[in-house]
């Protein structure tokens, strides 16, 4: 459904301020397709140039078959587009924004209410208050009904759940899962890590480059190195503690835990239950642990940083 | 016994009308302390920042930061803290070094005080050749730590951050904390508010804030046991599931 | 069709929820009139003259006593030395003083001349010429009455008629004049603002990624200001006749079908400014600046073009403005048609078409 190939970009008159370096990936019909990296990394970038409203510096891309250059006008037809602050007009009522965008795709709410039903029933009840009005979790609903309204092929949703709180995150996935059934392709960005695991495929992506692509159960099945969640009563001094030991330098805050990346393959957990223990840390807890995408990231970026 | 609690705060409202944004709130942060402030958006949370740095007047109710009351001594507060937001830190278009100069001046700082927190603020952050680049040109990463170094570059009591993290990439978030941590090792309070979860297991105390009242107050620890939840953010679900404000 | 009709109707929506903004586009000219018409004034009336008279004779008296009977002057007071009225000029008390000499009938009488030494605060020239004028006025009809008229041989006399405006009415400069600045600043300057705005909010981005021809969307935005362009002329002519009692002595047809040529002129200009900025703020400065100001000073109503050097009276002639000033004041004022006009009319038009093709050319279907 999508398809790119070496799409490169740079900003500034003389490309001095590089944005995608040579980014190559497939998103097939009907996936939810995650690209996750932090701001600045490019996702905005792509999504517009995905989207025909900027042209890559070099490659080439298309999007439901059609050429991102040559057949723009096509592609701008059968996407839906949500780009980050959601740009609603903010003096126009929730009902009148979404009229608006009915009809400037040439159809009408009610020709594809059965896609935003489940969403618009949230919005029913505030349907005449200004958007501007509107909280950030209700904007975002009403920006995913406008993107949705005229029964797009792809969806671009470009950081849909940033600045939105933990509850408004989770309604909003739940909402693309069952977009899904309706044969709807996603491709959506997003910073949080924890978001990469509800999406079918994930590409991590940093500072133009995509690191890695995989499912995300597969991302983690590869991980080489084995990782470490510790725990203790004082967080903060077994973090410097281990910190300055070289086997275990690669050691991250993960919340409750401590994650340990073990690059070097050597240690056990019973090695550094040992090595707390002998630095006075009650209540140990560490376990061999599944790492979590966002181990994976951290890993691949320090390595793609190295380079 | 006062010295020790930087923020106090007893029955802090502040109304818009009908429309209570922060409903009679009361809570205590001690010096040192890392104090996170989590809710929904709209729950409240900014407004309450607001109050609490001197940027708005409460409608009723009580509360002192660093000693000084937020009625009749607002500008007092204003030289004792620190203050970053996600949304605005620095000036995009000045360079690294006239920030820390603007900055510094703003907050009081000799000459000669500014130009020693200045040499120190960019060898901590390892910036020394980055003095002189425009901060718009620096990666976000960047640009959030050396925002948060600019705040505490005065030694303030107290610090305020307003979503510090927010889309920073996972590296330079715990980097980020970090930095916090020191802070907090050299006595400065920290007054953080947070959409990531794992973060707000970090915090000494954590806050939640559902519908303008704080639904639930203490340590990560105590909050996970009382909730019977495995995480910050099942416990911080439970409470805000239940918000009958948080959209519309 | 639909679509362009969802347009225009979404347009309508932001400009008259955005409260703030209607106040100022309906108040302004309002204001205009009011100010020029009735508060601010070229005309000299009521100028405060302070006498040093020096002659104990009855006929100064009477000069004096005829000077303050005219309403351009307000006989104030009396003062007994010259030193005086230095510091009667240099406060702003006096803005003139005249000094009638000791023998001032006996040398009218007898020599058949004499001089009365008038002092004016030259720092504003303009009204001291005017000022310097009405008094020799005053002062020639004042002879005439008391001496009969002098029949100088060869004299030619030059016998003054102020066609259109005999009474010299400085609104009927005005009017013209607001109009132009009026339609300049609401068409230029709402439509690039309007415009950036959406670019700015990045509704622009979300209007791109849709079949929608993006010419509708700038379209759109020109028609419901140009009828408000036209509801506002219609406010300033009725200002105009009701209150002012300025004539509109050509067509009416024709002066709302130069105006709507000048007012798509500068929506179109507002256009193509919107092409060259992404912030709301650069293009109020461009319109302002670069639009507003060559209008007031090269538009003919503030100052004439025919006294400045040649290099700018070229350069106004660039100054749309300028053209619609002319054809305005030739229809309001002296009644004149389109045989007359049809050298302004023409050029009007010819602005208009360069702008529609810059501003059609210049848009961008992405986002540069």
């Known amino acids: 459904m999508i398809s790119i190939q070496h799409i490169n970009k740079s900003y500034g008159k003389k490309g001095e301020i590089p944005a995608l370096h040579d980014i190559s990936l497939e998103v097939k019909k009907g996936e939810v397709f995650g690209l996750i990296g932090p701001d600045g990394a490019g996702k905005t970038t792509l999504f517009r140039i995905l989207t025909t409203l900027i042209l890559p510096d070099s490659g080439s891309a298309s999007v439901a078959g059609f050429d991102i250059i040559t057949q723009y006008k096509e592609i701008r037809r059968c996407v839906g587009y949500m780009p980050g602050k959601f740009s609603l007009y903010q003096d126009l009522s929730v009902e009148e924004n979404l009229s608006f965008y009915a009809t400037i795709f040439d ?17 029913a009840p505030f349907k005449t208050r200004r958007a501007g009005a509107l909280s950030g979790g209700m904007k975002q609903k009403l920006a995913l009904c406008c993107a949705l309204i005229h029964k797009p092929t792809v969806l671009f949703l470009d950081e849909p759940t940033t600045g939105v709180d933990v509850v408004s995150r989770k309604e909003f996935w739940s909402m693309l899962d069952k977009l899904k059934k309706d044969g709807i392709t996603i491709f959506v960005s997003t910073p949080y890590m924890d978001e990469a695991s509800l999406c079918d495929r994930i590409a991590l992506i940093q500072n133009g480059s995509i690191l890695s692509i995989d499912t995300p159960s597969g991302l983690i099945q590869n991980f080489k190195y084995p990782v470490f969640g510790v725990r203790t009563d004082n967080m903060t001094t077994a973090l410097k503690q281990l910190s300055q030991q070289p086997s275990m330098q690669n050691i991250f805050p993960f919340g409750e835990y401590m994650h340990i990346i073990d690059e070097r393959s050597t240690l056990s957990v019973e090695q550094i239950s040992r090595f707390l223990s002998e630095h006075q840390h009650q209540n140990i807890d560490v376990q061999q642990i599944k790492p979590e995408v966002e181990d994976v990231f951290i890993q691949l970026m320090k390595e793609n940083n190295s380079q | 016994m006062s010295e020790q609690l930087s923020i106090t705060a007893s029955q802090l409202t502040k109304r818009f009308g009908d429309f209570y944004a922060v409903d009679h709130i009361s809570f205590d942060v001690r010096k040192g302390e890392i104090f996170g402030f989590l809710g929904a958006n709209g729950a409240g949370k900014t407004t309450a920042m607001r109050m609490l740095t001197g940027l708005s007047i409460p409608t009723s109710g009580t509360a002192t930061v660093a000693g000084f009351d937020v009625y009749t001594q607002s500008e007092e507060i204003k030289k004792k803290i620190g203050y970053m937001s996600q949304k605005f830190s620095l000036y995009q278009d000045l360079k690294v ?11 009081g700082l000799s000459k000669s005080r500014l130009k020693e927190a200045s ?10 050749h980055e003095a002189q ?3 718009g040109s620096l990666p976000l990463g960047w640009k959030q730590k050396l925002a948060f170094s600019i705040a505490i570059m005065h030694e303030p009591a107290i610090v305020f951050l307003d979503e510090p993290t927010g889309g920073v990439d996972p590296i330079t978030r715990r980097q980020f904390w970090n930095m916090i941590y020191e802070a907090a090792d050299k006595g400065i309070t920290i007054f953080v508010t947070t959409h990531y979860m794992d973060e707000a297991e970090y915090c000494n105390r954590v806050a939640i804030m559902v519908d303008g009242k704080i639904e639930a107050l203490d ?8 909730f019977h939840a495995p995480n910050m953010e099942d416990v911080f679900y439970q409470l805000a599931r239940k918000a009958k404000r948080s959209d519309g | 069709m639909n679509q362009f009709k969802a347009f225009i109707l979404k347009e309508i929506y932001h400009i008259l929820r955005d409260r703030k903004t209607l106040l100022v586009l309906l108040g302004m000219p309002i204001a205009q009139i009011v100010l020029f018409g009735f508060a601010l004034s070229n005309e000299v009336k009521n100028t405060s003259i302070y006498f040093l008279n020096q002659s104990s004779e009855p006929l100064a008296q009477q000069l004096i006593a005829k000077v303050d009977q005219n309403k351009y002057f307000d006989v104030k007071g009396y003062i007994q030395d010259a030193a005086e009225a230095e510091v009667l000029l240099r406060s702003g008390k006096a803005k003139v003083v005249a000094i009638i000499p000791s023998d001032f009938a006996y040398a009218l009488a007898h020599e058949n001349e004499t001089t009365i030494q008038l002092l004016t605060d030259g720092a504003d020239p303009n009204t001291a010429n005017i000022i310097n004028t009405y008094f020799t006025l005053i002062t020639q009809q004042f002879r005439n009455e008391h001496f009969g008229k002098i029949n100088l041989p060869y004299q030619i006399n030059t016998n003054v008629r102020m066609l259109y405006n005999p009474q010299l009415k400085g609104e009927y400069t005005f009017v013209p004049g607001v109009i132009a600045m009026v339609l300049m600043i609401i068409c230029v300057l709402m439509t690039s603002v309007s415009i950036v705005k959406e670019k700015e909010l990045g509704n622009m981005e979300m209007l791109l990624v849709s079949p929608t021809n993006p010419l509708i969307v700038i379209i759109s935005k020109a028609v419901p200001y140009f009828v408000i362009s036209l509801i506002i002329v219609t406010i300033i002519l009725v200002m105009s006749v009701v209150l002012l009692h300025i004539p509109i002595r050509g067509s009416l047809w024709l002066l709302y079908f130069v105006s709507s040529i000048f007012i798509l002129s500068a929506l179109s200009l507002g256009l193509v400014i919107s092409t060259i900025t992404n ?13 507003m100001l060559p209008t007031i000073m090269f538009g003919g109503f503030m100052f004439p073009i025919e006294n400045m050097p040649l290099p700018m009276q070229i350069i106004s002639n660039i100054v749309p403005a300028k053209w619609f000033y002319y054809a305005i004041n030739g229809i309001m ?3 004149l048609g389109i045989s007359s006009l049809y050298k302004e009319i023409l050029i009007l038009l010819g602005f208009c078409v360069l702008f529609i093709t810059i501003s059609f050319k210049k848009f961008n279907i992405r986002l540069s």
């Not at chain 1, 009408?108 to 618009?120: G, M, P, Q, R, S």
């Not at chain 2, 006239?98 to 907050?107: C, D, H, L, M």
């Not at chain 2, 340590?219 to 009382?226: A, E, I």
């Open chain 3, 279 to 291: 912030s709301q703020q650069v293009a109020m400065l461009i319109s302002l600046m670069g639009m």
């Open chain 3, 333 to 335: 004022i002296k009644g």
């Open chain 2, 133 to 135: 680049a425009i901060v």
């Open chain 2, 119 to 128: 040499e120190k603020l960019l060898h901590t952050l390892g910036f020394e």
């Open chain 2, 97 to 107: 070094a006239e920030n820390i100069e603007f900055f510094g001046g703003i907050y």
């Open chain 2, 219 to 226: 340590q990560p620890k105590v909050l996970k046991q009382t």
């Open chain 1, 107 to 123: 159809t009408t709410v009610e020709a594809n209410y059965h896609l935003i039903k489940d969403i618009y029933d949230q919005l």
